[in-house]
């Protein structure tokens, strides 16, 4: 069999013809040509998921069964059936269908941490008695919402939701994302150590009616367990005369939690297993459940379900997924592409280009393979973006214009989230297809500064509407996305030893008596630190 390095340097001396040649050029029907016509061309790469495959077993259907499908049109890359057969290929040497069927049961997936990876566990999908452990969690995490929805712990208005990374851009995209027309109780996520964010938090709300979930996989985290002792204080500053029992922890190390002082019938605990930018479907997305509540918690579920399975159980070039992948590498190793780009034009997934940012740079960021070998190419490029069409008018030059070839990724709803006058979601779409269809054709121009020279890639992820179940499956196309990359690359997606040593240099500044660097001596001796 021909091995992987053979296949990219095959990969890499393929034609290239450009997106118009890609198009144009077979017009007529694609004569003289392998390539199909447009019409043919746009309907190999694209493919639409139906959402309501995902509702077997989940508790309330009816929220499920209109919940629309995800198209997704890829044909605006330079993906051809040359390229196409050729990352097949790759995927087969790589032993992709043996990797993701040891993902879906459960097996070692993560070496250097000997775990597996089970966050499709918690939407259904994959080994049944992890399956069933997960049900019972979500089963107990529901419990207490509903208690808390009902009154039992008295008036909940507002909630402080403690994490970060994993433990906070999940729970964050998904409650602004899902809870913008109800809302349970007011949620306010706070990451970052820096006073200034939590003493935002404090200001919006009444102490008396404010509780606070402590969200750390580890219940380590420096950042999360020095907010948590300080919103502690504020309530109990505040005339709260039990502030641990206006407490929620969510964790995978309970232990942990008791000995911070939790009562254990206030944690809501996850498995171990499950990675923290994996974890918003767990106990870590209580506050998604708190504000937009069960119904749609479990929607969201169900939504990410519907794309376990199609992604498990779709082979080659057909799997959408891996079709996003094949173009992600293509772009990264091929075409040498350093960065990648989404827009959102819907006001509701303005911080999805944050979540995918974690997502895809904590998890292929890498330099080894698993099997601790230097890789042979690039891993994941810079992952950035923006809400459209704001940023059509801030960062959009550049992708026309500038030096950098820059895949773009649109993502859009048909049905608009407002109900104002229609003209407002009719100019937001037309501007989306419009932008990409732009970057695809380029323009001549009347001289230099006018011209932009096209043949600038994008994909268009549109969803026939935008609520939980789309969000979903959004989310968990783009965690499969990551896995499938991370396979035809050979390398670990689910460890982060990157963003230790960081921190243990920042332990080692806050204990004192270390020895650093001169520019950093001399840093810490005017903060007043050295
Ligand atoms: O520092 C990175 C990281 O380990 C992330 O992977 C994780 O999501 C985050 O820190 C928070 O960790 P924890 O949930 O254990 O507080």
Redesign the pocket.
């Known amino acids: 069999m021909i091995s992987p390095a053979d296949l990219w340097t095959r990969l890499a001396a393929l034609p290239r013809p450009t997106l118009r040649e890609l198009f144009s050029a077979t017009r007529d029907g694609g004569e003289g040509t392998d390539e199909p016509g447009d019409a043919d061309r746009v309907a190999m790469l694209s493919g639409r998921i139906e959402l309501g495959s995902g509702t077997e077993g989940a508790e309330d259907e009816s929220a499920i069964l209109d919940a629309g499908g995800i198209f997704f049109d890829w044909s605006k890359t330079h993906l051809d059936r040359a390229v196409l057969a050729g990352f097949e290929e790759l995927a087969e040497a790589m032993d992709f269908a043996g990797m993701r069927a040891k993902l879906f049961a459960g097996e070692v997936v993560n070496p250097t941490e000997n775990r597996a990876a089970d966050h499709a566990t918690l939407r259904g999908v994959g080994d049944p008695a992890k399956v069933e452990e997960a049900e019972a969690l979500l089963e107990r995490m529901a419990l207490l919402v509903e208690a808390i929805h009902q009154g039992a712990l008295g008036d909940v208005d507002h909630l402080i939701h403690i ?5 906070a851009l999940g729970p964050a995209l998904g409650v602004d994302a899902l809870s913008r027309e109800l809302s349970y109780c007011d949620v306010h996520v706070v990451s970052n150590i820096d006073g200034v964010a939590l003493e935002a938090a404090f200001a919006a709300c009444d102490p008396a009616k404010t509780l606070i979930a402590v ?7 420096i950042e ?1 367990m020095t907010n948590a002792a300080s919103a502690l204080k504020w309530l109990s500053d505040n005339g709260v005369a039990d502030p641990y029992g206006r407490v929620v922890a969510l964790t995978a190390s309970p232990e942990k939690a008791v000995e911070w002082g939790m009562d254990e019938t206030r944690i809501l605990p996850f498995p171990e297993s499950v ?3 994996y ?1 918003v479907w767990s106990s870590i997305g209580f506050p998604v459940a708190m504000a937009a509540g069960m119904e749609d918690f479990r929607a969201f579920l169900a939504g990410a379900k519907a794309m376990d399975e199609h992604f498990r159980d779709t082979d080659g070039s057909a799997n959408l997924v891996l079709r996003a992948a094949f173009a992600d590498l293509y772009y990264t190793r091929i075409r040498g592409c350093q960065t990648r780009a989404v827009f959102a034009y819907d006001e509701r997934l303005g911080l999805f280009p944050d979540y995918l940012q ?1 997502l895809e740079m ?1 998890s292929n960021g890498k330099r080894v393979t698993a099997e601790m070998q230097p890789v042979d190419g690039a891993t994941a490029p810079v992952t950035w973006g923006g809400v459209g069409t704001d940023a059509q008018h801030a960062v959009f030059q550049l992708l026309h214009q500038g030096t950098h070839l820059i895949p773009v990724d649109f993502i859009a709803s048909v049905a608009p989230g407002d109900a104002l006058d229609p003209a407002h979601h009719r100019i937001l779409l037309t501007n989306c297809f419009a932008q990409a269809a732009a970057l695809m054709a380029g323009d001549k121009g009347e001289d230099p500064a006018r011209h932009s020279p096209g043949d600038r890639p994008s994909a268009t992820i549109l969803a026939d509407d935008f609520d939980a179940a789309t969000l979903g499956a959004l989310i968990a196309f783009h965690e499969h996305r990551v896995f499938a990359g991370a396979v035809l690359m050979g390398i670990n997606p689910f460890d ?1 030893f990157g ?1 230790e040593l960081g ?1 243990q240099m920042a332990k080692a500044i806050e204990k004192g008596g270390g020895s650093f660097d001169a520019s950093t001596t001399g840093l810490l001796e005017r903060a007043g630190l050295g």
Request: proline share 0%.
């Open positions: 994490g970060i990374g994993g433990s969200a750390s996989k580890t219940f380590t985290t999360t990675g923290g930018r974890s974690q904590e982060q963003v921190k």
